[in-house]
């Protein structure tokens, strides 16, 4: 296992401990607490990229780790903060809903052989959740905008997803 499937798989089990953290404190010191864990975690996405293709460790299982990886935490994070009564279900299911859509046209994909890189939309849209998520974390007056520009954004992601790979549900009769 490389150092960046590693770094990956370390994002996955903090995936747990922030959700935990974030469902229990209500302090103003624990709530900074769990956002900078949350930014943390989320640069180890930066973090494992960069090595492996610096290292030239680019694997099968770390394309599908990382955007697991990465869906893991921001969609877990969100669905705490529908518990937590922060934001609105709606634009959540919207955000959930394309990233299933994405996984299954990923497995649908890997069924046939094929595996799906991260497209410029999909990084675009990590940036934009993980600023969000941020955002939302620290209850700014603005946030509810910055939610739905990102869901925008992910949406589009989802949709240039699908136009680049419908390909793969071409039938060969």
Same mark, same amino acid.
């Given at each position: 296992?490389?150092?960046?499937?590693?770094?990956?798989?370390?994002?996955?089990?903090?995936?747990? =401990?922030?959700?935990?953290?974030?469902?229990?404190?209500?302090?103003?010191?624990? *709530?900074?607490?769990?956002?900078?864990?949350?930014?943390?975690?989320?640069?180890?996405? $930066?973090?494992?990229?960069?090595?492996?293709?610096?290292?030239?460790?680019?694997?099968?299982?770390?394309?599908?780790?990382?955007?697991?990886?990465?869906?893991?935490?921001?969609?877990?994070?969100?669905?705490?903060?529908?518990?937590?009564?922060?934001?609105?279900?709606?634009?959540?299911?919207?955000?959930?809903? *394309?990233?299933?859509?994405?996984?299954?046209? *990923?497995?649908?994909?890997?069924?046939?052989?094929?595996?799906?890189?991260?497209?410029? &939309?999909?990084?675009?849209?990590?940036?934009?959740? $993980?600023?969000?998520?941020?955002?939302?974390?620290? #209850?700014?007056? /603005?946030?509810?905008? /910055?939610? &739905?520009?990102? =869901?925008?954004?992910? $949406?589009?992601?989802? /949709?240039?997803?699908?136009?680049?790979?419908? #390909?793969?549900?071409?039938?060969?009769?």
């Amino acid at each position: 296992m490389t150092l960046a499937s590693k770094i990956t798989l370390a994002r996955i089990f903090a995936t747990p =401990v922030i959700v935990y953290l974030l469902l229990t404190t209500n302090t103003t010191y624990s *709530r900074l607490f769990v956002i900078l864990l949350f930014v943390i975690t989320s640069l180890t996405d $930066v973090i494992d990229g960069y090595l492996a293709r610096r290292l030239k460790q680019i694997t099968t299982l770390g394309k599908f780790l990382d955007p697991l990886a990465d869906k893991l935490l921001i969609t877990s994070v969100l669905i705490c903060m529908v518990e937590m009564r922060l934001v609105e279900s709606i634009p959540v299911i919207i955000i959930i809903a *394309r990233e299933f859509a994405v996984t299954g046209l *990923r497995l649908i994909a890997a069924g046939e052989g094929v595996v799906i890189d991260a497209s410029r &939309w999909g990084k675009y849209k990590t940036i934009a959740q $993980v600023v969000t998520v941020i955002i939302l974390l620290l #209850r700014l007056d /603005f946030a509810v905008i /910055f939610l &739905w520009l990102t =869901v925008l954004i992910t $949406v589009l992601s989802g /949709f240039d997803y699908f136009k680049k790979n419908i #390909r793969i549900f071409a039938y060969e009769g």
